[in-house]
DNA sequence: TTAAACAGTTTTATCATATAAATAATACAT
DNA sequence: ATGTATTATTTATATGATAAAACTGTTTAA
């Protein structure tokens, strides 16, 4: 296998390459995806390392793989989008807005709806956090804390407050992505004075038991944000 | 292997078998998993089928297996709820309701605005499948079609319509659950006479262009399924 | 002429075995 | 008592062999 390694086994390392080649759409009916003899000689690896690797992308539904039809790309539809290793390639090779925002339409409803869930709930500890994350964003606006990193551990306390476990395994996939929107965001509209002042009124709602303010503020928020890439997919469309 | 097949290959006969158990809490600090090397012996397959299966379950977030330290299982937080086979094993294993209400929690979130983006979409083609589904679900109040699958295929053509690839994709692991959810809502409530009548509010919403009536109709139809639920662990808490 | 049956070939599926690497547990030396 | 070297266990990787699946083309029968 090539050079890198990146903390990464074999199998690991195959598949990372394999899988961001795929997504990155380097095979085609043109160009199809070698065989797993041909793709040991090519990455110098075992037929072991190469198949395992082969499996682990066909759990993550981007390919097929069976005997005498050798393997398959799957239509796109069928790609595991809440697979984080999915996600992100998709997001490094094909960093199209359109993904973007049907990433932030999910982020509507979701964090609408945990917003709403931790304002009934009111686990005492866990609305510590969300406060908590609150303040380092407030100390970020004066350059005391990472701004990034601040909005990133709000939205997350927020769904894991939610107490469920849904809302809190969707954390995981919108990290990867909230770094994306986050930056996309603050690169088109500046970093904004009241981003706090946004944030806290979710806050409030919560802290406060009230769960249709909550979830309205969280919505409202999301909606801004998606109205921000709209304006950017409707200018992309005038060239 | 021991007998049955039902068209999976080793390998995934393997983790099934497995995979079920640990969620089914067969295993314990008292009954570790055991290494590679038995499970072989165990369950009488090839190293190469038991470690693939292996390393189909850490992807899945049950087990992770490191040299020296053999297979462990993982805390509950990290099983990927978002996959398939983890959620079918939790749902036959562990059928307990309070998966079942946060897995509607979920739904409320999705269903609600998946319906407000397929009203926005406009999509006639998808629309009109929303139609042919709904029309279904007339037929079968008078017995003439399938109550459960006309359902299932409602929900899943607005998810459809609202051409969010994140949506559509839920909607497969809502497939899954949809199933135990509606036969447990119509097992209490019994099968209403209005079903038909509340979905097409939904639809109405959706044709007419209403986004805001669509995704209330949805979440208020979601919000009863939850207040079932609800009423249910609340006589189970009382036992 | 058409379709069914068959054989041949390619490719994955499974098995078996061997060696390397990682690491937990133990023994040892300081 | 503490840190270090050794050992044993277990997964990681490699290799080679056989089995099963399924596409392709050909032959055969209606």
């Known amino acids: ?21 795929i997504i990155r759409g380097t095979y085609g009916t043109d160009n199809p995806v070698p065989s797993e003899a041909v793709l040991c000689e090519q990455l110098q690896v075992s037929r072991s390392a190469a198949r395992e690797a082969v499996k682990s ?10 005997a005498r039809q ?12 809440f697979d984080a290793d999915v996600l992100r390639w998709m997001r490094d090779s094909n960093p199209s807005l359109a993904l973007l925002k049907e ?29 908590v994350a609150l303040e380092r964003m407030r100390q970020a606006e004066s350059g005391l804390d990472d701004p990034l990193e601040s909005d990133i551990a709000f939205h997350l306390s927020i769904l894991d407050a939610s107490e469920n476990r849904f809302f ?24 904004r004075a009241g981003v706090h002042a946004d944030h806290k009124k979710i806050y409030d709602g919560i802290v406060n ?10 919505a409202e928020l999301m909606e801004s944000a ?14």
Chains 1, 2 share one sequence.
Do not use: C, H
């Not at 296998?1 to 080649?21: C, D, F, K, P």
């Open 168 to 191: 809190m395994q969707l954390g995981r996939i919108i990290d990867t992505t909230l770094r994306v929107s986050i930056r996309f965001t603050n690169m088109r509209t500046g970093v």
């Open 103 to 131: 990433f932030t339409e999910l982020r509507v409803a979701i964090e609408a709806e945990a917003a709403k869930l931790a304002a009934e709930r009111q686990n005492t500890a866990k609305i510590e956090k969300i406060a």
């Open 1 to 21: 296998m090539s050079g890198i390694n990146r903390g990464l086994n074999l199998t690991q390392q195959v598949a990372e390459t394999l899988g961001s080649a």
């Open 70 to 81: 050798g393997i398959r790309i799957l239509p796109e539809t069928e790609w595991n989008l």
């Open 209 to 218: 038991n009230k769960p249709d303010e909550a979830a309205a503020m969280s």
């Open 57 to 66: 992308l066909a759990a993550k539904g981007l390919i097929t793989s069976r």
């Open 226 to 239: 998606l109205a921000t890439i709209n304006q950017a997919l409707e200018e992309q469309e005038t060239l």
